[in-house]
T-cell receptor, first 113, second 110 residues
Framework: GAGVSQSPSNKVTEKGKDVELRCDPI?????LYWYRQSLGQGLEFLIY????????KSGLPSDRFSAERTGGSVSTLTIQRTQQEDSAVYLC???????????FGQGTRLTVV | DAKTTQPNSMESNEEEPVHLPCNHS???????IHWYRQLPSQGPEYVIH???SNVNNRMASLAIAEDRKSSTLILHRATLRDAAVYYC???????????FGQGTRLTINP
């Protein structure tokens, strides 16, 4: 079966533009997470979905960041008016109900120029 | 979230055992100890987790101190493919998110 799929794998955008990052979790996984990893740093939690609702959005760094999930499956992370400090790898993970193991995608490398 | 402390880096030789330490002196009774690793240019992958007893799986072993204030991830016979950043994470039972620290960068010498 397919793992967590993220697209695009790489994105270069101009400062001030909006970007959308997509995550396709493993089928049947109800929990979905977004993290970001700046160069040489650890992973920073952004948001957690259970089904289509987001009970924990505590890691979103500003109101320029938003995320949604539809049909309990695909999730989109949107960054509005991108800034250079938004440059990072954005990672998505999903987890099956009652399971401990989270499965991560390969990430989207975002570069804001 | 309870905090973990790991060495920034470690080095070992191929085909030798590797012991990766993690201190978590403020661990609570309901915190599970999780280990993930991140190979170069990839997302993290699950390695192992435990609560009180030592755990073994096909990838590694987890040795947990009796007072649970520390744990050790054991790779029994390291290969070059084990070179990665290893993260020790505490997660409270019922909590949903994993909080990653800086991890230990493991280098394996041929």
């Amino acid at each position: 079966g397919a793992g967590v799929s993220q697209s695009p794998s790489n994105k270069v955008t101009e400062k001030g533009k909006d970007v959308e990052l997509r995550c396709d979790p493993i089928s049947g996984h109800t929990a979905l997470y977004w993290y970001r990893q700046s160069l040489g740093q650890g992973l920073e939690f952004l948001i957690y979905f259970q089904g289509n609702s987001a009970p924990d959005k505590s890691g979103l760094p500003s109101d320029r960041f938003s995320a949604e999930r539809t049909g309990g499956s695909v999730s989109t992370l949107t960054i509005q008016r991108t800034q250079q400090e938004d440059s990072a790898v954005y990672l998505c993970a999903s987890r099956a109900p009652l399971n401990t193991e989270a499965f991560f995608g390969q990430g989207t490398r975002l570069t804001v120029v | 979230d309870a905090k973990t402390t790991q060495p920034n880096s470690m080095e070992s030789n191929e085909e030798e055992p590797v012991h990766l330490p993690c201190n978590h002196s403020t661990i609570s009774g309901t915190d599970y100890i999780h280990w993930y690793r991140q190979l170069p240019s990839q997302g993290p992958e699950y390695v192992i987790h435990g609560l009180t007893s030592n755990v073994n799986n096909r990838m590694a072993s987890l040795a947990i101190a009796e007072d649970r204030k520390s744990s050790t991830l054991i790779l029994h016979r390291a290969t070059l493919r084990d070179a990665a950043v290893y993260y020790c994470i505490l997660r409270e039972s019922g909590a949903q998110k994993l909080v990653f620290g800086q991890g230990t960068r493991l280098t394996i010498n041929p």
